[in-house]
């Protein structure tokens, strides 16, 4: 009753989305998951050059961290913005992208 129990409310939980819900839950567990492989990742392939360079075993790794957390906070705020309101700035937003890539284009080899 016990494990199986929880294997099933779980699998129904994952089955399911919420109506409600403004997210796909099944592609938030994913990416949560792609995270933490890429953060154990980071972690192994740069153990040893961390070391060398900053004499602190996990310094790429607090790094990586870091910038998950920050990037999980914004993507946060920005589920809590309605959908309609992408749609009537989605132009604006295009011409910013383009001007971006323009940016990179032109700075990239300096940085």
């Given at each position: 009753?016990?494990?199986?129990?929880?294997?099933h409310n779980i699998?129904?939980?994952?089955?399911?989305?919420?109506?409600?819900?403004?997210?796909?839950?099944?592609?938030?567990?994913?990416?949560?998951?792609?995270?933490?492989?890429?953060?154990?990742?980071?972690?192994?392939?740069?153990?040893?050059?961390?070391?060398?360079?900053?004499?602190?075993?996990?310094?790429?790794?607090?790094?990586?961290?870091?910038?998950?957390?920050?990037?999980?906070?914004?993507?946060a705020v920005i589920?809590?913005?309605?959908?309609?309101?992408?749609?009537?700035?989605?132009?604006?937003?295009?011409?910013?992208?383009?001007?971006?890539?323009?940016?990179?284009?032109?700075?990239?080899?300096?940085?």
């Amino acid at each position: 009753m016990g494990l199986s129990n929880v294997k099933h409310n779980i699998g129904n939980w994952l089955k399911h989305p919420a109506p409600e819900a403004l997210f796909d839950r099944q592609l938030v567990w994913i990416a949560l998951g792609l995270m933490l492989t890429g953060l154990i990742m980071v972690t192994s392939a740069s153990f040893p050059i961390s070391s060398r360079l900053t004499d602190q075993p996990f310094h790429f790794m607090l790094r990586h961290a870091t910038f998950l957390v920050l990037a999980i906070g914004t993507s946060a705020v920005i589920l809590q913005v309605p959908l309609e309101q992408w749609f009537k700035k989605s132009h604006y937003l295009l011409w910013v992208s383009f001007g971006l890539l323009i940016v990179v284009l032109l700075a990239g080899k300096s940085v």
